[in-house]
């Protein structure tokens, strides 16, 4: 920013009011947020400000964007430069994106000085950075551990450290996979991968559906203990309206050219708000240990 001769602006606290407030006197130019706050300052400028917002440059990253608040930005704020970015505080910007009109679905392409690999998905055994997997299928991301940008390890940490880094690559614990044009996809974490009656399932891709239902606001995937399939498939949802209910969504599921049969949630449950991190990310860790206000509570 100080190259540039710009000024940056930090709050306390991520107020819509405020930060719309702030950009008009300041003349902000450039916004660069995670998607939970651009989700309130739509939804303050839809009910309170009354007209759209021209920004010049949009930028976020902590969380995927759902495709329709990514052209509902779009359609807001009007920006001539729109890019996400997909990285991680051991190292920094990973990929970013600078096509979402084109690909609003993907995480883009490598950084500069940064290169990427998709290997087996194993947590029962060390898989190694050769273990490479064809584009289109499904592995954990792994991270060229040569970069600048790459951190030198966890403080007093060594055996966290050395089960990250091996061979001279980073191992993200994040799930994707690479696309035919080069362009990665996120798919969730390794460690929320559900096994289901044999049968991987990764809960992005569920929710990606999901989410195109018109009464869907929000919606969250994990797996839940079963008898019979070890875990089955649960979304926890946030309703937009009143009115939806598990057997409208199971249907869409099952009509839905995208997923398939064994891929559906077998379990619905309706809730006031999906539990996050202040970065933005899903806490499904509350969801599965019931850490939640369910539509039953909130009557």
């Not at 052209?71 to 990929?95: D, H, N, R, W």
């Not at 055994?125 to 592995?139: A, F, R, S």
């Not at 994040?174 to 974490?189: A, F, K, N, P, S």
């Amino acid at each position: 920013m100080i190259l540039l001769n710009g000024t940056a602006l930090f709050l306390p606290r991520a107020d819509p009011a405020e930060i719309l407030t702030l950009a008009k006197s300041e003349r902000i130019t450039a916004l660069y947020l995670v998607p939970t706050i651009y989700y309130d300052l739509l939804k303050h400028i839809k009910e309170k400000a009354g007209s759209n917002f021209f920004v010049k440059k949009l930028a976020y990253a902590g969380a995927p964007m759902p495709v329709r608040m990514i052209k509902e930005c779009q359609q807001v704020f009007s920006p001539e430069v729109f890019v996400s970015q997909y990285g991680c505080t051991e190292m920094l910007a990973i990929t970013i994106n600078c096509q979402l009109e084109k690909k609003p679905a993907a995480a883009g392409r490598p950084a500069l000085q940064t290169s990427i690999r998709i290997v087996t998905a194993d947590n029962s055994k060390e898989v190694m950075p050769h273990e490479i997997l064809p584009p289109g299928k499904i592995g954990e991301i792994i991270v060229d551990a040569s970069s600048p940008q790459t951190f030198l390890g966890y403080l007093k940490n060594p055996l966290q450290t050395n089960k990250v880094l091996r061979q001279g690559w980073y191992f993200t614990g994040d799930l994707g996979y690479i696309d035919q044009e080069g362009d990665l996809h996120l798919m969730g974490r390794v460690d929320d991968m559900i096994i289901s009656g044999g049968e991987n399932v990764y809960p992005q891709e569920v929710e990606q559906v999901l989410l195109q239902h018109p009464k869907v606001k929000e919606v969250a995937v994990t797996g839940l203990p079963h008898k019979r399939f070890g875990e089955i498939v649960t979304a926890f949802v946030v309703p937009k309206e009143k009115g939806l209910n598990s057997r409208e969504l199971e249907n869409f599921c099952l009509e839905h050219p995208e997923l398939a049969r064994f891929k559906r949630p077998r379990s619905f449950v309706f809730i006031e708000e999906i539990p996050k991190s202040a970065a933005g990310k899903v806490l499904r860790t509350s969801l599965k240990n019931g850490r939640i206000i369910t539509n039953k509570e909130m009557e």
